[in-house]
């Protein structure tokens, strides 16, 4: 890599960008009118919604002669507000003084009242039952009957009142919560109404002859810690500003990425660019930091103008927020880079594929649809900064930052490196798809196609090569997981009600065969001229199918502890706990469940997997993201999180046994061997185990009564491993023609390589 | 010089599937000597000057430039090699200047050799007015002229011209031809695309006539002429794209 390369080109990148009207409005100019805008917005809107008076309906409305009214005029008392002023703001209508309506409404009150609040005449009714006032003053009464007050004790008010105490009818409410000012309505009257009953109650204390301390012995003082030592102002902030952080960072990239990539193939300029000395890889580099910089900045200003913004609205506000905790920045700032080069790298992937401006616009969306869920869980309540939590990119990170800002330092610090590690790890991955699509000449000088599906198919059937390509094998992996939810879904509720190992089997059975292995198969029969390439039904080298298997048994030990490790990173529900050892333990007998579990999964989703997607994916030319992307279907398709993750790991094994052996039988005998023995572990060890107990230093007897692995056997587990892969890896591997040619070129042979012919891939 | 070697390119086409741009072409360019690649739109002269220039990967056969393969040591070949398309390329937002300077610079000239090398260029290309000006602003000759600059800039052994008088007036597309000749008479290696019958006649030293990804002729135009008894050498064309296009195989 030439850096003074990606120094010019980003140099010059910087400048044009900083040349074009529309990016710096977007970085500059947008954030210094946007929220002072919506700020000023937000004062109007409050304003409206503070002072809008609201129409209520009272019928009724009567208390005890004795007590102050509840309505005044054409209001609610002013008494029954927090402030007098406050009384405007609900107009009453007396339902009373307007006897035709009443006696409209009279035959049936509910229904009339809903009417009047679904048809927006009120905002909310109150009714109060005919006899209301009567009834209560009958209590009232029946309370001063009562003997001194070292008497039996008062009548408890409302529900649970003693045998024959009289009984109070309650008024009703009507709302409308579809609408907020009806909500709005609902509780400004409820708290008139508490208002009044207290005072009512405090009455019928007096009554009774008892202090008004009877109904509320004792008050509390509050001291809301967060409150005196800032640290709602920091959790309000924390919320905020990563947030924002994150959603400017991927906008302030992606507008620049597009007019880099997808502008330069409009201007003709990325030829010219193309053939001069600067590598792909350099170009990259170059793009990637300008787009960087810009989403860096666009962050950096949106941010500063919302602190400057927000302060000021909040201030006013009565909430009375104080400003974010001093270290804010730097955590911003810190955190801002990681993100940067994460979105800059991923929109520059997806601007080099836009054929323009305009396309490159309609990739904004899918791209946040994909963000917003990471960026939205750290928000929901109770998610915290965990293992299990920052261990997930761009969400980790947040959560990260709102530790650090919130003065968490010392339960943020050991997650630290995993985040980095995380971030660092998607950092690397987006570039070198960035890479990838320079260096393909598909993506860089893609022709406009027109949409027609008649024509799509034709291609499809037309011009099918030996194996599939990789949009197909993406496809049939989509097409997989698509079904597989559609089916769930329909099943979903029958799944629930049957309990039983018989229900469940015909379920596994149907969604292995018809979900995962047909779309596999048909795809393979209408797409590929060589079935027996695509699915690989070659006979293996000498010795892989035992090493396969030598493999899963070795692999064993590692693979059960870093299930345990994923639990305890996410850990599963009890219902689904419950619902996997009925699987296990509701079995007739060993030889279905093996059935079940291993073999039928050992043959459909290998066929599917390692069969179809990854050989499509080959044609990429980068073995170890097919094995990647096809792992990842694998995993996807097992449905619940924690065996999907554990089932991703264990794809790339048999993936890598795929690509090295150039055979499905050897994949089909390690995933055969590896569930049956999971299924043979939980059905029978805890027996087999009071018998004759494995030795300590194995393992160990764990809370379910199975064996747990010690960290001797995952370490003798891991290096058996090793030695079998470094087996396969000595295995003559055959690489797809787009491999050898990678190959080729990382190499970067000498002049005599000339001779090198790649075959074309219709 | 430049040495093409069963030069085979496809693509992948929805409408029309398998897309044979070049179907095994071979020819040999040399220092002081213009090469030229006659043929009517789509005949695949672009595709294979792309794959010269290494923006393009072969599907088959072997190009190399100067000794270096374009597929194995493809940075090795840019390094050596002026490319101009008929789409100009120039960024819309940056002048004339800075536009020559970028491509001398990420061709690694010192300061010294290429501010030396833009004034000549800038003065030989009569360039001078328009050296502040940005490249939304220039007019289609003012592009062409860039380009050449940018090509030119450090002074590379060969060069490729892609129907590089496509869109240009005669005044502009004459004084082009006239700095190709001069480059020749440096001599540079040069390979120049056309469909224009009258600068092949006037330009190149020898010819290849591409049609539909084939060579179906190749050789000095005297050679030419004698071969297929026919001194007019659009007369000439025609016959033989006529010709190919009546066999069977090739409807």
């Known amino acids: ?762 | 010089m430049i040495h093409v070697q069963n030069l085979t390119k496809h693509y992948a086409d929805l409408e029309r599937g398998k897309l044979v741009a070049l179907d095994g072409i071979s020819f040999d360019a040399y220092p002081g000597r213009i090469y030229g690649l006659l043929g009517p739109n789509g005949a695949g002269k672009t595709t294979a000057l792309r794959i010269i220039s290494t923006v393009l990967r072969p599907t088959a056969g072997s190009v190399s430039v100067n000794g270096c393969d374009v597929v194995t040591q493809p940075s090795q070949v840019r390094r050596q090699l002026g490319f101009m398309s008929a789409n100009t390329g120039i960024y819309d937002r940056m002048s004339a200047w800075e536009m020559v300077e970028y491509f001398g610079r990420l061709h690694g000239l010192t300061d010294e050799r290429l501010r030396a090398r833009m004034e000549t260029l800038f003065d030989r290309l009569q360039m001078n007015e328009i050296r502040d000006l940005l490249g939304s602003k220039m007019s289609t000759g003012m592009k062409q002229k860039v380009s050449i600059a940018r090509a030119l800039v450090h002074d590379p052994p060969v060069l490729v011209f892609d129907e590089a008088t496509v869109g240009l007036d005669v005044l502009v597309a004459r004084a082009l031809l006239k700095t190709v000749a001069e480059l020749r008479e440096q001599g540079k290696c040069i390979v120049f695309s056309t469909h224009i019958m009258r600068e092949v006649e006037k330009l190149c030293d020898r010819v290849a006539i591409v049609h539909r990804g084939r060579i179906l002729a190749e050789g000095t135009l005297d050679e030419l002429r004698d071969r297929h008894d026919q001194r007019d050498l659009e007369e000439l064309f025609f016959r033989l794209i006529s010709e190919h296009d009546a066999r069977p195989t090739a409807a």
């Open chain 1, 1 to 762: 890599m030439n850096w003074s390369n990606v120094k010019l080109i980003l140099h010059r990148e910087v400048r044009d960008q900083l040349r074009d009207r529309r990016t710096l409005f977007m970085i500059a100019v947008l954030p210094l009118l946007l929220y002072p805008l919506l700020g000023m917005s937000m004062f109007q809107v409050l304003q409206f919604v503070r002072e809008h008076p609201t129409r209520v309906l009272v019928i009724g409305a009567g208390g005890p002669a004795e007590s102050p009214a509840l309505v005044d005029g054409g209001r609610f008392a002013e008494r029954w507000f927090s402030a007098a002023e406050k009384s405007r703001l609900l107009e009453v209508t007396r339902g009373d003084d307007d006897l035709e309506r009443v006696a409209r409404i009279k035959g049936d009150v509910g229904r009339a009242a809903r009417q009047a609040v679904e048809g927006g005449e009120f905002e909310a009714v109150v009714y109060f039952p005919p006899d209301f006032a009567r009834r209560l003053a009958a209590f009232r009464a029946k309370l001063a009957e009562r003997p001194a007050p070292d008497g039996p004790p008062p009548p408890a008010a409302g529900k649970g009142r003693g045998k024959g105490e009289p009984d109070v009818p309650g008024p009703e409410i009507f709302y409308n919560t579809a609408k907020e000012k009806s909500q709005i309505t609902f509780l400004r009257v409820s708290r008139v109404l508490d208002r009044w009953r207290d005072q009512i109650g405090r009455e019928n204390l007096a009554t009774s002859r008892l202090p008004e301390s009877t109904a509320r012995p004792f008050q509390w003082e509050e001291h809301d810690v967060a409150k005196e030592g800032g640290h709602r102002d920091a959790a309000v902030w924390s919320k905020l500003l990563p947030f924002l952080l994150v959603i400017w960072a991927l906008t302030g990239a992606f507008y620049p990425a597009i007019d880099l990539c997808a502008g330069e193939k409009e201007r003709g300029t990325l030829e010219t660019l193309l053939s001069s000395p600067a590598e792909r890889s350099e170009i990259v580099w170059g793009k990637l930091l300008t787009v960087m910089a810009f989403s860096a900045v666009t962050a950096l200003l949106n941010l500063l103008s919302i602190r400057i913004t927000g302060q000021f609205v909040m201030s006013v506000l009565p909430s009375q927020i104080g400003p974010p905790p001093p270290l804010t920045p730097l955590w911003l700032a810190l955190a801002l880079l990681p993100m940067s080069a994460l979105f800059g790298a991923l929109c520059l992937a997806l601007a080099a594929f836009a054929k323009s401006s305009k396309e490159g616009q309609y990739y904004l969306m899918p791209l946040m649809m994909v963000t917003m869920p990471l960026v939205i869980l750290p928000m929901a309540p109770g998610v915290e900064l965990t293992l299990g939590n920052s261990l997930i990119p761009v969400a980790g990170v947040v959560l990260l930052l709102r530790a650090l800002m919130e003065g968490n330092y010392l339960q943020a610090l050991p997650f630290v490196p995993l985040v980095v590690a995380v971030t660092l790890v998607c950092c690397l991955w987006a570039i070198r798809w960035a890479v990838d699509q320079f260096n393909s000449e598909s993506v860089l000088f893609r022709e406009s196609e027109r949409l027609d599906v008649g024509r799509w198919f034709t291609h499809l059937l037309r011009d099918r090569g030996d194996t599939p390509s990789p949009a197909e094998a993406v496809l049939c992996g989509v097409l997989i997981l698509l079904v597989q939810f559609f089916m769930n879904y329909a099943l979903g509720s029958t799944q629930l009600e049957s309990t039983g190992f018989r229900r469940l089997a015909v379920l596994a059975i149907v969604t292995q065969l018809v979900v995962i292995a047909t779309p596999a198969l048909l795809m393979t029969t209408m797409l590929t001229r060589s079935p027996r390439r695509t699915l690989l039904l070659t006979r293996p080298p000498w010795g892989a199918l035992p090493a396969a298997a030598a493999l899963a048994l070795a692999l064993h030990p590692a693979a059960v502890r870093f299930g345990e490790l994923v639990r305890k990173l996410y850990p599963i529900s009890e219902e689904v706990e419950k619902a996997l050892a009925a699987l296990f333990s509701d079995a007739p007998s060993l030889w279905q469940l093996l059935l079940l579990v291993a073999v039928v999964p050992a043959i459909c989703e290998e066929l599917a997997f390692r069969g179809f997607v990854l050989s499509g994916l080959r044609h990429t030319g980068h073995r170890w993201w097919a094995i990647v992307i096809s792992s990842f279907f694998f995993g996807v398709t097992h449905g619940i999180l924690q065996q999907s993750i554990v089932a991703c790991v264990i794809g790339l094994v048999i993936g890598y046994l795929a690509v090295q052996s150039g055979s499905l039988f050897p994949c089909m005998v390690f995933h055969l061997t590896h569930n049956a023995l999971t299924v043979v572990g939980a059905r029978l060890c805890p027996e087999a185990l009071g018998r004759n107990p494995l030795p300590d230093w194995l393992a160990t007897t764990g809370d379910d009564g199975g064996y747990a692995f010690t960290l001797t056997a995952v370490a003798l587990s891991l290096f058996a491993a090793g030695v079998l892969l470094a087996w396969f890896r000595s295995l003559p591997c055959a690489p797809s023609p787009e491999e050898a040619l990678r190959d080729a070129l990382e190499h970067q042979a000498g002049p005599g390589a000339s001779g090198f012919q790649p075959v074309a891939k219709p």
